[in-house]
């Protein structure tokens, strides 16, 4: 698959709450870096932050946009509250081995009534 095909799934798998089927699109290794927090690393590490996640607040991720430049894909999104961000997706033999993204931290725990700071 290519990056496109890999982030479309990435989104709709995201979008269902599916924690083990997302980290399935993830190498062994992978490494996922949301800016605002520590980078996670590892397949079963991964599986476990977006576990966490999607207990802790209801998520979309809706497409604005997929670009592609070889082994990289980048996905501009947003969400029904309004949040909005980037991701970029290094995809190695049809699986995601490298993501990095970009949003609001802040403005995502206000959205959600989650606490500020993490105890």
Do not use: T
Not at 23 to 47: C, M, T, W
Request: with cysteine.
């Amino acid at each position: 698959m290519n990056p496109a095909k890999v982030i479309k799934l990435w989104v709709d798998l995201f979008n269902r709450g599916d924690a083990s089927a997302l980290s399935g699109l993830y190498h062994e290794d992978a490494v996922n870096h949301q800016v605002a927090n520590e980078p996670v690393k590892g397949k079963a590490a991964i599986r476990e932050m977006f576990e966490r996640e999607f207990a802790a607040a209801e998520m979309h991720c809706m497409i604005e946009n997929i670009f592609e430049d070889g082994e990289w894909g980048i996905l501009e999104w947003k969400d029904p509250l309004g949040l909005r961000g980037c991701g970029f997706f290094h995809v190695v033999e049809d699986k995601i081995k490298f993501q990095r993204g970009y949003w609001d931290k802040l403005s995502f725990l206000r959205m959600h009534n989650l606490p500020l700071i993490e105890e």
